[in-house]
């Protein structure tokens, strides 16, 4: 299972940034937040401090980007 979740973080975070800078950006935010939080989840699984600390800091900024979208 969090060989799917690392893999579906990897994913939408590409997805997210292609979007992005095609100028879809509330979609690409959307991707970024899914990306973050899978691999906040692998983090937290793999008791990984610095990949919880960079995906957690990238959720808030994710979050900040969307909310300045809308």
């Not at 992005?20 to 692998?42: E, K, R």
């Not at 959720?59 to 969307?66: E, K, M, Q, R, T």
């Amino acid at each position: 299972m969090i060989k799917f979740i690392s893999w579906l973080g990897t994913l939408t975070s590409i997805i997210g940034a292609f979007l992005v800078a095609s100028q879809i950006v509330l979609f690409g935010y959307c991707a970024f937040i899914i990306g973050s939080v899978s691999w906040l989840i692998v983090g937290i699984v793999k008791k990984d401090k610095p990949l919880i600390v960079l995906n957690g800091t990238f959720f808030l900024a994710n979050i900040l980007g969307l909310y300045n979208v809308l």
